[in-house]
């Protein structure tokens, strides 16, 4: 498309004028020509149907009849006043009926005439009926222009209706904007993908998505329009990725040294299961390429990303760099030091723990052993992004749940030595495979499909209210046996007055039901210091309290083995992601696992389907699949700034087929002409210029 028209401000299209263009903007978003071009119909209306009056019945959306208008006559008074037609064909007779603009009808409508009539049938008064249908006189062999095959419904809202923008009214800008730019339209795509893939072209599909012919022109245009969306997406991230890898020198790690080695022969506790190492490999291959890494590790709870991180850092050790992990919370931060520490044992490498908890003298120490080379690994919080913090060669950066980073902040790392750190970003939030390509498109990701071998699955069960008592019955059982137990309140971020309304309520009933001196309870809430939070949580880590009593906060890392008992209080009030992450609190152990649902007996649909989804299955992946499914990608983290909103007719639940097709051919065409300079793809270059703004950190991620 030629992008003057489709910049050109609504306004200025005929028909429309400011009062309308307020509206257009103010319900619809639309700004300009191409917005507007871009509403598309959200369904159509078949109008290649005919049906006879007897077949016709009120439980149809809509029916469209051929008959003769045999008699006309208004009734009734004010407020009560209609007009009333009789409408015959050759089974049976039906009433019209209008509330509006009578006057007009009764002078245009010709009794006796035979007309097309097409409108949502009713029954009234035991009389087949139809109220204010679509009326057009009837030339038979003539093509009719308002049976056209398919008529496009759009969406509208009541203002927009108050100015005539009602779906028709839509229907009419869009001939009128068609009629002005129609010979404007340009192919966005090579031709030669054209071919390959055959698409309609994109002119073709602008025109056919609004006023398509038949059925198969439709599809024929959404599958091009959805191809484009995808596309361009992919085109853009694969850009940016081969930016990253031709661009962007990496710091050369060629050995696997003494470090790296001493640790997996001699301190490693467990051995690493087979997805562990291949994750390892990867991340040796990249750094020992050249360029810089780039890569998402997802790993499912529990399936071990932490030694996978220490042992990508040990590597940058080996070569002499220095590497820092960060975390989204002062208690995950404090986790990772410790398991770190613990699993590194001494002598090693040098670790040390950065948070804003840290105090001055101990944070001085810190600054000054990263800066002169004394410190190897820095674990931390977005403390570690502070300007003052300062690595002599800061060659590797693990960054942990990175979907509560900003781009931004990963930047501030990005650039703490003069050639960029390695960057592995880990999550344990799997994202559905076509988000994952859609989002992260320009990361190489690496999958941690494997939990460790010996964990038994845990047991998921949904308990309404009135089964409270047998709920504690099992927790004592369980503490009995010597475990503890989690028992998790909703977090509401807007209220975090409610939320400690939900937890002291609940503690209440927990203090009488688990009475000291047997039973002790650790509590932790957003709301406490970070000291007494740190203290309670380590309380419960040494087994010196059974039963740990949290909000969310803890949802995230947190590593006790002999926790085997989550119970989720409230648990509808959870989203999909959330629940399967506090249950990855459990089952860390050997012991059987058990994560415990509670919840209200009256659930809405989509609440009773995640719990569902819950006590149906462990699977991470799965799990996500179905969050995607109930809740769009809009939810979803990340979304936001990789286009995924802006897909108005591709599903990335629906069209995984379509969008693997479309990133195949977006690689294709980076392997056969990296800078897009042969003249075939002149159109995806000038797409890319026109579009890029060239901000450096834009190609982190
Ligand atoms: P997550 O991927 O959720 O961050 P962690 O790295 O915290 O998982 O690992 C969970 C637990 O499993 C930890 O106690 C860790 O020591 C242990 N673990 C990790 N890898 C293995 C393995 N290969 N075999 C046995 N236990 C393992
Ligand atoms: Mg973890």
Redesign the pocket.
């Known amino acids: 498309m030629a992008p003057f028209s489709s910049i050109t401000p609504i306004e200025y299209l005929k028909g429309v004028g400011p009062s309308r263009a307020e509206v257009l903007k103010s319900e619809l978003n639309v700004h300009t020509f191409g917005d507007l071009l871009k509403h598309y119909p959200f369904r159509y209306i078949d109008r290649t149907q005919f049906h006879k009056i007897q077949q016709v019945h009120p439980d149809m959306p809509a029916a469209q009849v051929i008959g003769r208008l045999t008699h006309l006559e208004e009734i009734g008074e004010r407020k009560g006043k209609r007009l009333v037609g009789h409408f015959k064909d050759d089974t049976g007779i039906m009433e019209l009926v209008w509330f509006q603009s009578i006057s007009w009808l009764k002078k245009s409508l010709k009794v006796g005439a035979a007309y097309v009539i097409y409108g949502r049938p009713s029954v009234f008064n035991n009389q087949l009926s139809m109220t204010h249908p679509e009326m057009e006189l009837y030339h038979p062999g003539v093509k009719q222009a308002g049976n056209m095959s398919l008529q496009p419904v759009y969406n509208s809202t009541e203002k927009l209706k108050k100015f005539t923008l009602d779906s028709r009214g839509i229907q009419k800008l869009q001939v009128a904007l068609l009629e002005s730019i129609a010979h404007q339209l340009q192919e966005a795509l090579p031709d030669y993908l054209l071919h390959e893939h055959r698409l309609m072209p994109l002119p073709s599909a602008l025109v056919a998505i609004h006023f398509p012919r038949d059925q198969q022109e439709l599809a024929q245009a959404i599958h091009r329009l959805k191809f484009d969306e995808l596309f361009f997406i992919q085109l853009k991230l694969l850009k940016n990725k081969l930016l990253n890898t031709h661009k962007f020198k990496g710091h050369h790690f060629d050995v696997v040294g003494n470090r790296f080695n001493t640790f997996y022969n001699e301190h490693l506790?467990?051995?690493?299961?087979n997805a562990?190492k291949r994750v390892i490999k990867e991340i040796r291959k990249d750094t020992a390429s050249g360029a810089q890494l780039n890569r998402l590790v997802q790993?499912?709870?529990?399936?071990?990303?932490?030694?996978?991180?220490l042992m990508s850092m040990l590597l940058a050790v080996d070569n002499g760099f220095q590497a820092c992990l960060m975390a989204p919370t002062e208690i995950l931060a404090q986790q990772h030091y410790h398991?770190i520490k613990k699993?590194l044992g001494e002598g090693i490498a040098s670790v040390q723990l950065l948070t804003g908890s840290v105090a001055k003298k101990d944070r001085r120490i810190i600054h000054t052993q990263l800066e002169d080379g004394t410190l190897d690994i820095l674990v931390g919080t977005h403390a570690l992004i502070e300007d003052t913090v300062r690595f002599k060669n800061l060659g590797f950066v693990v960054i942990?749940e990175q979907h509560r980073f900003g781009v931004e902040q990963r930047a501030k790392l990005w650039r703490k030595n003069s050639t960029p750190p390695h960057m592995l970003v880990?999550t344990?939030t799997p994202i559905p495979r076509t988000l994952a390509m859609t989002l992260y498109g320009d990361l190489d990701i690496s999958v941690?499909d494997e939990l460790?071998?010996?964990r038994k699955p845990i047991k998921t069960l949904h308990l309404y209210e009135s089964s409270r008592l047998r709920m504690f019955g099992f927790m004592k059982e369980e503490i009995t046996k010597g475990r503890q137990v989690y028992i998790v309140y909703p977090l509401i971020k807007e209220s975090e007055k409610i939320d400690l309304l939900y937890l002291e309520a609940g503690l209440e009933t927990l203090m009488n039901e688990f009475p000291l001196p047997q039973y002790r309870i650790s509590i932790v809430h957003g709301k406490m210091p970070v000291k007494d939070k740190e203290f309670e949580m380590q309380r419960f880590v040494k087994g010196e309290t059974q039963i740990m009593v949290a909000t969310t906060v803890i949802e995230v890392?947190v590593?006790v083995?002999n926790a085997s008992v989550m119970v989720i209080e409230n648990a509808e009030r959870f989203g999909l992601s959330q629940l399967h992450q506090l249950r990855?609190r459990v089952g860390?152990g050997a012991e059987q696992s058990y994560c415990i649902l509670m919840s209200g007996s009256k659930l809405s649909k989509e609440s009773k389907l995640r719990l569902e989804t819950m006590v149906r299955t462990n699977d991470g992946f799965e799990i996500a699949e179905v969050d995607l499914q109930l809740r769009g990608p809009g939810d979803i983290a990340g979304t936001q700034q990789s286009g995924v909103l802006d897909l108005k007719l591709a599903d990335l639940t629906t069209d995984q087929a379509l969008l693997t097709e479309v990133r195949n051919s977006v690689i294709g065409i980076f392997e056969a002409d990296g800078q897009l300079a042969k003249p075939e793809n002149a159109r995806l270059r000038e797409y890319l210029t026109e579009r890029e703004p060239t901000v450096a950190w834009e190609k982190i991620s």
């Not at 506790?269 to 299961?273: A, D, G, K």
């Not at 790993?299 to 991180?309: L, N």
Request: hydrophobic share 35%.
């Open positions: 506790p467990f051995s690493l299961t562990q790993g499912d709870v529990g399936s071990g990303k932490t030694v996978v991180a398991s699993l942990d880990m344990a941690i460790p071998a010996g890392g590593d083995p990855g860390r």
